[in-house]
């Protein structure tokens, strides 16, 4: 009955000027995307030629769930199939991402095939699944409902101008439409303002809104999605513009939704709370800050390594933000070019890029930390985490290193690939799974099943400190203090190629402390008299480790870049059974293939004023010899500058908890003073 009730005529759902929704200019993005995105556009036309056949391949940069192999259907379309009992397939298939795959095909080539099968699937789908009686956590979860929202009236504007398309299909499609709104609106109340699901389904309603012709269901629609999407930004965004959830994947949907949004209610004369949209450009550059040389993301969390550039770019035109231009494409990306059109296209051109007035950098909040050479695509960059767990997307990941030399991955995270409650989803997202540490072979963080966290640990000691030739970051969580244990992590960067590691673990009785080390499947590694050389494709990284009684075992391990992915990798345990307080140092250094490893050594530790030998559970020192360079690197483990006391390392005299002395220019027997104060 609600259908018969809201027939329309064709010229009444295009009853606006093309620069009130998405797609202003399909013919002109159609050539632009032929002169600048080649590889995009064959890429597209592969995705589209498929669909027509009934063959379905989710590879597209930000399908959530990507998958590996097709599946073709000989006959019927089958919405609700689930491969390999994976249900994220039936959810990724009914997001009808290929839809806009199929309009940009016909605008590339002019075949009315690619109509012709849009028509024919969005017909099958809206004859044969209904709301009601079918698989509720299927089709019509709420989530592809409002990812719908997208996807469905980006899809239409494509084919506006085809003869194929007939107003009794109109009819029939805003129809459907107006379901999808009415479900958004009864469905999607303020119990979900913490999710994600609530910001991607809200800005899906307030799409619908935009798209068909304006009345009283519209603009209520319009205004019950932006107060959602507002309560909802207030919730989710942290003030360094981080999404809580703890995974680039998600913080990036949840971006492009709400950068989505932005742009409509520009185009439509809607005010938006100005916190919304400052909240908005903060998340931008928090891609900025996270953004790897090579221009990805890290893989956090359930994230896939994907391109950011495009998703910079979008926010550097909607902000006018030159930092986010240098950060992002020079020109407007792909999709970019086909959602907004030439107008903003030629902005974008024209808009000047500026080097952001920073290398490193802390997301304070949610405890993300990125120590860069610069902003260089051989740059060397080291990412450090110790935030709060908040929801399923999170991992057992506290006190985690990534490690990016000469522009190439080191050090990284292992993914996600599956949501599936199998041990693979517990290898990868447990503890083991990272560049952490653990104490007597038990996790600090586990899992009751694939979303759900059975024991967490509260991240502590938190600083982070820029200087002129070291910065130090440090962290650490309350994982193991039921038992009695502290764990803390200290990192020392000596620019630009040198970089300590200290593990420190306050116990008592004997322990067993392990540090895990998960290298890129790119590169290969060795080990020779305790030092470890991995060699990559273009980098070199060796690894010292210089406490006394480590042992090092590799095996292999696993590394899953996007979903249902995965490669081997290697992998390094490094372990210590110890009495007491244990300190684990490990240096680390390399650069391009040429790099060489340093020399590396403890140095034993005086007490000014008391004269007497300091021993490991107070103070240790490291020297460090770099071809030229030579520095002396003192970390306390304990308070003890007694009275007018400092402590004496080879000829470096300091008062600082970690110092770092450069002792290049120093001559033998020559007393240093101070260094560089990183932590007091």
């Known amino acids: 009955s609600d259908l018969e009730e809201w027939n329309m005529r064709m010229e009444q759902y295009f009853d606006r000027p093309d620069s009130c929704y998405f797609v202003p200019d399909p013919e002109w993005a159609a050539s632009y995307s032929r002169e600048n995105w080649e590889k995009e556009v064959k890429h597209i036309l592969r995705v589209a030629d498929e669909v027509c056949e009934n063959t379905f391949l989710f590879d597209l940069d930000w399908d959530m769930e990507r998958t590996c192999e097709p599946v073709t259907f000989r006959e019927d379309v089958d919405w609700c199939c689930i491969p390999d009992e994976d249900p994220e397939f039936v959810w990724q298939f009914n997001r009808h991402r290929f839809f806009i795959c199929l309009g940009q095909a016909w605008q590339l080539t002019g075949d009315e095939k690619y109509v012709r099968n849009f028509l024919r699937l969005i017909h099958d789908w809206m004859d044969r699944i209904p709301m009601e009686g079918i698989m509720q956590m299927g089709p019509w979860r709420m989530l592809e409902t409002g990812l719908r929202g997208e996807t469905w009236t980006k899809a239409i504007r494509y084919f506006r101008n085809s003869s194929l398309l007939t107003e009794e299909f109109i009819d029939k499609f805003a129809g459907y439409l107006r379901l999808h709104a009415k479900r958004l609106e009864e469905k999607g109340g303020d119990e979900r303002l913490q999710s994600n699901w609530c910001i991607l389904e809200n800005s899906g309603l307030f799409e619908i809104a935009m798209a068909l012709p304006q009345d009283e269901d519209t603009r209520r629609w319009a205004s019950l999605a932006l107060r959602r999407i507002r309560d909802s930004v207030r919730i989710q965004v942290y003030e360094d513009g981080s999404q809580w959830e703890q995974s680039p994947m998600y913080h990036n949907e949840v971006f492009h939704c709400l950068c989505c949004v932005v742009y409509l209610a520009r185009a439509n004369g809607i005010r938006l709370d100005p916190g919304l949209e400052e909240t908005v450009h903060r998340m931008a550059l928090a891609d900025v800050i996270w953004r790897k040389p090579d221009g990805c993301q890290f893989i956090q969390g359930d994230s896939d390594e994907v391109d950011l550039r495009d998703k910079i770019t979008m926010g550097a035109w909607l902000f006018r933000d030159p930092v986010l231009k240098y950060a992002g494409f020079d020109r407007m990306d792909f999709e970019g070019a086909w959602d907004f059109g030439r107008k903003a296209s030629l902005e974008y051109r024209s808009l000047p890029a500026e080097k952001p007035g920073f290398t490193s950098a802390c997301l304070k909040d949610s405890g993300n930390y990125y120590l860069r050479e610069s902003w260089e695509e051989n740059a060397n960059l080291l990412h450090f985490t110790c935030g709060a767990m908040s929801t399923g997307h999170c991992h057992g990941d506290k006190l985690h290193v990534d490690l990016v030399l000469n522009g190439e991955d080191v050090l990284v995270d292992g993914g996600r690939s599956t949501y599936k409650d199998i041990l693979l989803r517990f290898e990868l997202k447990g503890n083991m799974g990272h560049n952490t540490t653990i104490v007597d072979k038990k996790p600090f963080t586990t899992f ?9 640990s509260l991240p502590v000691n938190r600083s982070f400190h820029t200087g002129k ?23 020392i960067w000596i620019k630009p190629d040198i970089y300590l590691i200290n593990d420190q673990f306050y116990a008592s009785g004997e322990h067993e402390y ?11 590694v060795s080990e020779e008299n305790g030092l470890l050389t991995f060699r990559g494709k273009k980098n070199a990284a060796f690894f010292q480790f210089l406490t006394e009684g480590v042992s090092l075992e590799e095996y292999s391990g696993i590394i899953s870049r996007h979903y249902n992915q995965c490669e081997e990798n290697v992998c390094v345990r490094a372990s210590l059974k110890k009495e007491g307080f244990a300190s684990m140092i490990t240096v680390i250094n390399g650069g391009d293939s040429l790099a060489e490893a340093v020399q590396a050594e403890i140095l034993d530790t005086w007490s000014h004023t008391r004269f007497t030998n300091l021993n490991e559970t107070e103070v240790q020192a490291v020297k460090i010899t770099a071809g030229r360079r030579r520095y002396v690197v003192i970390l306390c483990h304990n308070e003890l500058f007694h009275s ?11 008062v600082g908890n970690v110092c770092v002395f450069d002792v290049s220019e120093v001559k033998e027997g020559e007393r240093c003073y101070g260094g560089e104060v990183l932590h007091v």
């Open 514 to 524: 392990r540090q895990y080390f998960h290298f890129a499947p790119e590169g290969c």
């Open 448 to 456: 009751t099943d694939s979303w759900d966290t059975r024991k967490l």
């Open 469 to 491: 030739k070291a910065e130090f970051v440090q962290g650490g969580h309350l994982g193991y203090i039921s038992e009695g244990i502290f764990v803390n992590r200290r990192i």
């Open 644 to 654: 007018s006391d400092a402590v004496i390392a080879g000829d470096c005299f300091g």
